[in-house]
């Protein structure tokens, strides 16, 4: 049983202003025949085949063999709906067609998934009555009506607020962030300062290596950088720097176990 927005707004979890969408197979479901022919043709350029998925134009949802996919559908640039797993840039908009379809094409090859790994919705493990949270990346299931401990949270979530991270539905928490273009300039840049350019990504306009969070702001060097909340690499502490320093304080802060710069502001 999937744990109802109901229970995990009772609870806390959810925001009350989310609404529950029905995922139902209806005169709105897009598939086969009816797909239209730009999808048909993303499919083919994907290897997916055009009558194993579809979309209800209610729900705004991408189903794979006729069954919710937990995959936002919709324009590019639309606010992504925080029920399901957002294909765009920054996990903020539904994303490109191509994304989209990148996304379904990664659920059909290699281990197959037919609900998104992160999916915001879990199936609680216990059944009616419970919800799952988790802490350390342990899952703990509590009843419905039992008061949850403040620092636990929501499996298929952001693990922290504004970072790259989520939880899936078993406690692993898993870095949705950025790759650096192989040969770019944020790339070569990093691998002249011994990082591994494969292991650098960034997100919300944050550095991370190997996945974890550093702190050390990312962006044009004379704009202007939060100092409360980053770790500034410019001179002053105002600006976020140069790239040349930026890279410089990631690999300091990937010498920590934290992964998180020294200097962090919070932590």
């Not at 049983?1 to 479901?29: C, E, N, T």
């Not at 324009?75 to 709906?81: I, K, N, Q």
Request: charged letters at 20%; glycine letters at 10%.
């Amino acid at each position: 049983m999937v744990v109802s927005k109901s229970m995990m707004i009772a609870m806390g979890l959810f925001s009350a202003a989310v609404v529950v969408r029905a995922q139902a197979v209806d005169d709105d479901y897009y598939t086969c025949e009816r797909l239209p022919a730009y999808w048909v043709n993303l499919a083919d350029e994907y290897e997916v085949d055009p009558c194993r998925i579809g979309f209800n134009i209610t729900e705004g949802q991408w189903y794979i063999d006729d069954e919710a996919a937990c995959v936002s559908w919709g324009e590019w640039f639309e606010v992504c709906e925080d029920e399901y797993f957002c294909a765009g840039a920054d996990a903020a908009t539904i994303g490109y067609g191509f994304q989209q379809m990148e996304t379904l094409s990664g659920m059909f090859h290699g281990d197959f998934q037919q609900t998104h790994s992160l999916c915001p919705v879990c199936p609680s493990v216990m059944g009616a009555g419970y919800v799952d949270v988790c802490h350390d990346g342990i899952l703990y299931s509590f009843e419905a009506d039992e008061m949850l401990p403040a620092d636990f949270g929501s499996p298929g979530s952001m693990a922290e607020a504004g970072r790259g991270t989520w939880l899936t539905c078993d406690c692993t928490e898993v870095h949705v962030g950025n790759n650096l273009p192989v040969g770019s300039y944020w790339y070569n840049l990093a691998e002249s300062y011994d990082l591994d350019g494969d292991l650098v990504t960034h997100y919300n306009d944050v550095w991370y290596y190997n996945g974890k969070y550093s702190c050390v702001g990312k962006g044009r060097s004379t704009n202007a950088c939060d100092n409360t909340v980053y770790h500034c690499a410019g001179a002053t502490g105002e600006h976020f720097g140069y790239g040349g320093q930026q890279m410089a304080a990631l690999k300091s802060a990937s010498h920590l176990q934290t992964g998180a710069h020294a200097d962090c502001p919070l932590r």
